[in-house]
């Protein structure tokens, strides 16, 4: 496909959302000459954020609040947000009159000329991305980010050279729609497999057949970076037909691999083992995030990187916003943001990323996860907990209740209604040298516009700490 395609066509946004992805779809197809409908439930004070950003571009109609049948049956092109299920009763309607359903993902692989690497995984894939973005930066060579994060997709294609290399994070959702174009990336991450968004899909197969996209089309001369120690990742691996390497906490002595041997992390490249660096030597907070470290190594290899320059630079990664990161230190207690955390096994992780006492701040909504280990977690390893209001934070609650009860402790739950309360209440129960984690372990939706703005308003209500 060649971006003078969309010249002239009537094309229906479906969904523009607030995380930024829409937003850059609508400029990319105003800037190649679509006509554009832009529609979706949310109304124009809700979206006002994204449709700021749109003031002043023409060949834009806007239908909110509610969706029209002839924005599906009669345009040329329907682009869906990524949190749209195929089985919507308005994708349907396009599908069922022929009319071509697309994401910014699949157009991106569509267009895009570059190598992609591709990296997916239920937790971690945006700090693992990161990483091998800024491995591959300071190598010398010429990374771009996609979809990272909150970073835009489609409007990324006029940032492309001919030596760049795109570093592209890819959600189930977004891999969802590589099956109906059937393409991989060249180098394609798994991180991980864990229950979630099990409010989307009817069980855990839809959700791993999805995952598995980022490999599915792939080749014997791509490349497959997988997770050993994750028994899904490992099996499911055996169905690519591409180069595997595997990398694991525990030594891998055959095959292509990164491996730890007790502190050290080694590369196997086929032939030796070779020292890449020590634990004690990476600036990163965390034991999940040495698989984030060996995935960005294993990824760097495939592309190509030497072995002298991922050793030089692999101590330079650190973390990433949103993910374990440090806000602020007061009155000698530091407090964290893990707002991504919005599944209980990624707050799990961050609990057990501190040997200090650690105050936590969890709960919201409910994507009909179970929360049982996480209730476990936080009564063996929280020192107070205060939980935000939601249908998630009821289940555990009343989890936790019953273990405290177990353990012979104090079963006093704060609840509260807002960031500023948890905060204040988080401040008043921290003494010097503890931690205030924000890790929810749940989804955001209710109080929060998304697990983004859950972070600034924790981050807000420490930084106004007097």
């Known amino acids: 496909m060649e971006t003078n395609f969309f010249r002239g066509k009537k094309v229906t946004v479906f969904g523009l959302g607030l995380l930024g992805g829409g937003v850059g779809t609508v400029k990319f197809l105003i800037k190649h000459g679509a006509k554009v409908i832009v529609t979706d439930i949310k109304t124009k004070e809700q979206l006002k954020s994204s449709m700021d950003q749109l003031r002043g571009f023409k060949d834009i109609e806007y239908v909110l609040g509610h969706h029209r049948i002839e924005d599906f049956t009669n345009v040329d092109m329907v682009i869906k947000n990524p949190v749209v299920p195929w089985s919507n ?33 239920t937790k971690g894939k945006t700090t693992a991305a990161t990483m091998i973005f800024d491995l591959l930066k300071l190598s ?20 492309l050279k001919k030596e760049s290399v795109v570093v592209f994070e890819l959600s189930s959702w977004r891999l969802s729609a590589l099956k109906y174009a059937k393409m991989s990336p060249h180098i394609a991450v798994f991180k991980n497999i864990h ?35 994750d028994e899904i990742v490992r099996e499911i691996s055996k169905e690519a037909n591409s180069q595997v ?19 050290d992390i080694y590369l196997n490249n086929g032939i030796d083992n070779k020292f890449i660096v020590a634990k004690e030597e990476l600036n990163i907070v965390g034991e999940h995030n040495l698989y984030n470290v060996m995935a960005a190594i294993g990824a760097a290899s495939a592309y190509g990187v030497n072995i ?3 050793r030089k630079y692999i101590t330079s990664l650190k973390g990433v916003q949103d993910r374990l990161e440090f806000v602020r230190e ?37 994507k009909k996860l179970d929360f049982s280990e996480f209730a476990f977690a936080i009564v063996k390893k929280a020192k107070g907990l205060i939980l935000l209001k939601g249908d998630a ?49 749940a989804a955001s939706f209710g109080m929060f516009n998304n697990e983004f703005d859950r972070g600034e308003k924790f981050k807000e209500s420490v930084k106004s700490l007097r």
């Not at 204040?424 to 924000?438: I, M, N, P, Q, T």
């Open 330 to 366: 007061f009155k000698g207690v530091k407090y964290y943001n893990d707002t991504a955390a919005t599944i209980p096994q990624a707050a799990i992780s961050a609990l057990n990323s501190f040997d200090e006492n650690v105050v936590l701040i969890a709960g919201g909504s409910d």
């Open 195 to 229: 229950p979630d968004h099990l409010n989307y899909y009817k069980n855990m197969d839809e959700y791993i057949e999805d995952k598995k996209n980022i490999f599915r089309f792939q080749t014997p001369k791509d490349w497959l970076v997988a997770n050993f120690d």
């Open 393 to 441: 934070t009821e289940k555990l609650a009343k989890l936790i209740k019953a273990r405290l009860s177990e353990e012979g402790v104090d079963d006093k739950i704060e609840i509260v209604s807002s960031m500023d309360k948890a905060v204040e209440k988080a401040s008043r129960f921290s003494e010097s040298g503890d931690v205030v984690l924000l890790s929810p372990g």
């Open 245 to 263: 390497i595997g990398f694991s906490k525990k030594p891998l002595r055959e095959g292509l691999s990164v491996f730890m041997d007790e502190s």
């Open 89 to 121: 009763k308005h994708i349907k309607l396009a599908l069922d009159k022929k009319i071509p359903v697309e994401m910014d993902s699949s157009l991106f692989f569509k267009l895009c000329k570059n190598p992609i690497i591709g990296v997916t995984g």
């Open 308 to 310: 002298e320059k991922i």
């Open 140 to 159: 010398g060579k010429n990374p771009v980010k996609v979809g990272i994060s909150r970073t835009s997709v489609l409007d990324k294609l006029e940032s």
